[in-house]
């Protein structure tokens, strides 16, 4: 019957196995992003190892607490795991509830803090310089790289400006360029958010359901030793 002890215990199992695997997923993400130079940024890659170690973690706790039927390990999984539901509940919704002029705010302090080769990878790709339009129009191509403060937009403008017989002539900034891609990047964050801290919340519930019920394999004493009770 599904929602007794060999149900519950074979639910909670399995999704800790996903959760594991959704580890060595990040992990390997992470690894690859590194080999492959997709990522050079360190922090960005230490984040994302980081999680995937924090997960698997979790869910071996959580495994081992469900084959074993271990109350305490259950406890703790319970705790922990509830605990991270409102910490990643928190993200996702504010990820969520942010307007454009407040993804833009978030982008340009992040801009602001990125290493500057990070920065240069992003000017060359998207052929931009700066993130916002921050550039003198009556200076000439010198005096407006001294105003973003940018060595990398020289290169750019040089892209830019090929065909161009203007002395003046720069690239536009990075800000309206990534406004897009900020957005979605900001939707994905909250919806995967959303979706996982609710898987979070049924761990949490077959946990406690499955803590709770008794091992059939184990009877009572008075089942095993009728003889020892006075009735």
């Known amino acids: 019957m599904c929602g007794g002890f060999t149900c519950s215990k074979n639910a909670l199992i399995a999704l800790n196995i996903l959760y594991v695997m959704i580890g060595f997923l990040l992990i390997g993400v992470g690894v690859y992003a590194r080999a492959a130079s997709v990522v050079t940024n360190l922090p960005i890659v230490g984040g994302i190892l980081a999680c995937g170690v924090i997960l698997i973690c979790i869910s071996m706790l959580g495994l081992a607490g469900a084959v074993k039927h271990h109350q305490v390990m259950l406890f703790f999984y319970m705790i922990i795991l509830f ?84 002395p003046k002539c720069h690239c536009g900034p990075c800000g309206p360029l990534l406004e897009d891609k900020i957005d979605y990047a900001f939707k994905l964050c909250g919806g995967l958010g959303i979706f996982f801290s609710f898987t979070e919340v049924l761990a949490v519930f077959l946990a ?24």
């Open 83 to 166: 605990m991270l539901f409102l910490i990643q509940f928190s993200i996702a919704s504010s990820c969520l509830a942010v307007n454009a002029e407040q993804q833009q705010q978030f982008a340009e302090q992040g801009w602001k803090t990125v290493p500057p080769n990070l920065r240069e990878q992003v000017q060359e790709k998207f052929l931009c310089c700066g993130f916002n339009d921050t550039i003198d129009h009556t200076a000439s191509i010198s005096n407006a790289i001294t105003v973003n403060s940018d060595p990398s937009c020289e290169d750019v403008n040089k892209q830019c400006c090929v065909d161009s017989q203007d």
């Open 208 to 231: 406690r359901r499955y803590r709770n019920q008794h091992d059939p394999c184990y009877l009572p004493a008075r089942a095993v030793f009728p003889h020892n009770y006075q009735y």
